[in-house]
């Protein structure tokens, strides 16, 4: 007995509704997958600015001047998580003067990013976590211990580290391999 007219459309309107159904499916998870493995490009140029914002050439304001120096932490910290998770996801960026001529906001926002956590944030520059990943970048050949000086010279030169942390510092020198990069020796104090 054949299906009455009216069943039949029925039928098809469910019919082309599955398929539409599995059509829009498919492409949100398709989006979502896209999404997940993009790759975290970092802009270099707007991480060096902000870098380098907030520094007190001008203000005597000793409330502004407190203010702008936690914002500069902030912003260290912020840049630093997004060069750790760039370099987790895609390797170290590339700042080797192997590689002239080369991107020179990527290498200034790199080079500042580690200088000033090694300055303003040892306990996390010379965290384990980081030395690990330091040394996995340079046993993969994206990171020299060469890339690294100007943070040790320049931290040792201005920083009086608490000597919990001497432990670490050391252990990043020999893991790093630093030692014939070095013109200095980090000095210790004792903290609370």
């Not at 539409?20 to 600015?49: A, F, H, W």
């Not at 203000?59 to 630093?80: A, G, H, K, P």
């Not at 200034?108 to 300055?119: D, F, Y």
């Not at 944030?121 to 994206?142: V, Y």
Request: hydrophobic share 35%.
């Amino acid at each position: 007995m054949p299906i009455p007219c009216v069943y039949r459309q029925i039928c098809q309107k469910r019919k082309h509704m599955k398929y539409l159904q599995l059509i829009i499916g498919i492409l949100i998870i398709g989006i979502v997958s896209c999404e997940r493995i993009k790759p975290n490009k970092i802009d270099y140029c707007k991480m060096l600015t902000k870098d380098q914002s907030h520094v007190n050439h001008v203000d005597t304001d000793t409330s502004v001047m407190n203010e702008n120096n936690r914002i500069r932490q902030q912003i260290f910290l912020e840049n630093y998580v997004q060069l750790i998770q760039s370099t987790k996801e895609e390797g170290f960026p590339n700042i080797s003067e192997d590689n002239l001529p080369q991107d020179s906001c990527k290498y200034w926002a790199v080079t500042a990013t580690l200088i000033h956590m090694a300055q303003a944030k040892p306990e996390i520059f010379f965290s384990e976590e980081t030395i690990s990943l330091f040394k996995k970048e340079m046993d993969a050949g994206h990171l020299k211990s060469e890339d690294l000086v100007p943070a040790f010279r320049i931290s040792f030169t201005t920083n009086e580290f608490c000597d919990s942390l001497q432990e670490t510092i050391n252990k990043a020198l020999q893991t790093w391999k630093m030692e014939p990069f070095l013109n200095s020796q980090p000095k210790f104090k004792k903290c609370n």
